[in-house]
């Protein structure tokens, strides 16, 4: 936590002694669960993740996050012979064990240990973690993680181009966002970060939506950018308005010329922005209408029951 804002990657909730996480197929402690130092996740960040969110013990979006999942796992040639359903039982059986229903889920799954050299081998024996955080409730009743519109900051390091590594690809090599949130000021929430040419990608764990003139932008996701479950729910709510949607490319100066302006990610779901590099930018109609109809599909879909894995 940083100035008293919950980032996407370090959810509130308990300390971790008071947690248990599900390592290979084992229930165990926060503080027992551990992997090898030759597990490839740990050498070389050959590995996959999803951050999911646990709305009244249901994972919203999880479908679409067991696609993403198999795409990044395809990407990396990672064959881990695990089905959806037995994933599943595994967070289920987390949540449980720590009793939690509203929660901060992270499933890994990396190629496992092998010898110290580059080249892998099949996947034989995948290293797969899960570990949960608690979080607030959701929905019509619920409330944020954050505690204020988020400040966003342009950074210098850029976005790695697609044709470098799958933009795609939700891996375990976390460094270039890592040197993107060095770069932050101290009042910063998220960097903004661009592509090699200049034009605005993605922060470091969210996506960017603004609006102009009652028309919602987006940087389109065949570009060097992540294009998130969270982004993927709202466009198709968006689509449900009359409002305009646009996906495209698009400049900082275009951006911080926004009427309204929001982030988005599994676990800030949509967070207003409050400035871009000192220029007030702030939520506005939209950003509210689109998040009120986020909480009605969380609230319909998790704690009614009354849609399907989504």
């Known amino acids: ?27 165990v402690p926060a503080s027992e669960a551990t992997v090898s130092v030759d597990d490839r996740g740990f050498r070389y960040g050959d590995g996959a993740f999803e951050t999911l969110r646990a709305y009244g013990g249901t ?6 996050h067991m696609h993403r999942l198999e795409e990044t796992c395809e990407a990396l040639s990672i064959d881990h012979g695990l089905s959806p359903d037995d994933l599943h039982q595994r967070v289920d059986e987390t949540l449980a064990a720590n009793d939690i229903e509203d929660a901060y889920v992270r499933l890994s799954i990396t190629r496992g240990v092998q010898s110290g050299k580059l080249t892998p081998q099949p996947a034989d024996d995948p290293t797969v973690v ?27 390091t850029r976005r790695i181009p697609d044709e470098a590594l799958p933009a795609g690809a939700k891996t375990h090599n976390y460094l270039n966002g890592i040197l993107a949130r060095t770069e932050l000021g101290q009042a910063a929430d998220e960097a903004l970060m661009c592509d090699t040419d200049g034009i605005v990608a993605e922060g470091t764990t969210s996506n960017l939506f603004f609006v102009r003139d009652e ?3 987006t940087p389109a996701a065949d570009g060097s950018l992540l294009p ?22 698009y400049e900082l100066e275009f951006v911080a010329g926004a009427d309204e302006a929001f982030l988005t990610n599994r676990t800030w779901e949509l967070r207003p922005v409050a400035s871009l590099d000192g220029t007030p930018i702030g939520g506005g109609p939209i950003t509210a209408q689109l998040s009120g109809l986020y909480d009605e599909l ?10 399907d894995w989504l």
């Open 59 to 64: 994972i919203f979006g999880w479908n679409r």
């Open 228 to 249: 998130g479950i969270t982004r993927e729910f709202v466009l198709e709510l968006a689509a449900e308005t009359d409002v305009p949607v646009r996906e495209g490319s």
């Open 1 to 27: 936590m940083t100035n008293g804002i919950d980032r996407a990657d370090e959810p509130i909730g308990s300390t971790d002694s008071e947690l248990r996480y599900h390592v290979n197929g084992n229930l």
């Open 215 to 217: 028309t919602l932008y």
């Open 298 to 307: 969380v609230e319909r879909t998790c704690y009614s029951r009354t849609g």
């Open 130 to 156: 899960i570990y949960v955080k608690p979080l607030p409730r959701g929905g019509f009743q619920g409330e944020t993680v954050w505690d204020r519109p988020a400040v966003l900051q342009s950074v210098e």
